[in-house]
């Protein structure tokens, strides 16, 4: 299994400019790579009991570049529910994660 990398980008009221910088910094590796499928950027809130969400960003392992400008560090990959793609191909759903994943 192909390491995963994530990053918190703050609360739900201001993730949206780290958001942009990663959106922005994607498309020109991605392009560069021949837009593979398998590289994608994903986003989640999620609060775990907290007054406020947290967004975290994950990285599928082909965006290994671009999480580490991003300071993320590795982790599990992220099961799929309640989960954004941020950047990359559609197509990338069914290449990173299985029917079944929840």
Known sequence: ???WYSVSLGDGMTSGMTSSEIEDSFAPLFTASGSPPDMAVFT???SEGRLHCEVIAYFSPRARELAIAFDAQ?????GRAGLGLLAGDGASWSVLFSASDP
């Open 1 to 3: 299994m192909e390491t």
């Open 74 to 78: 590795p982790c599990e990959p992220p």
């Open 44 to 46: 989640r809130a999620e």
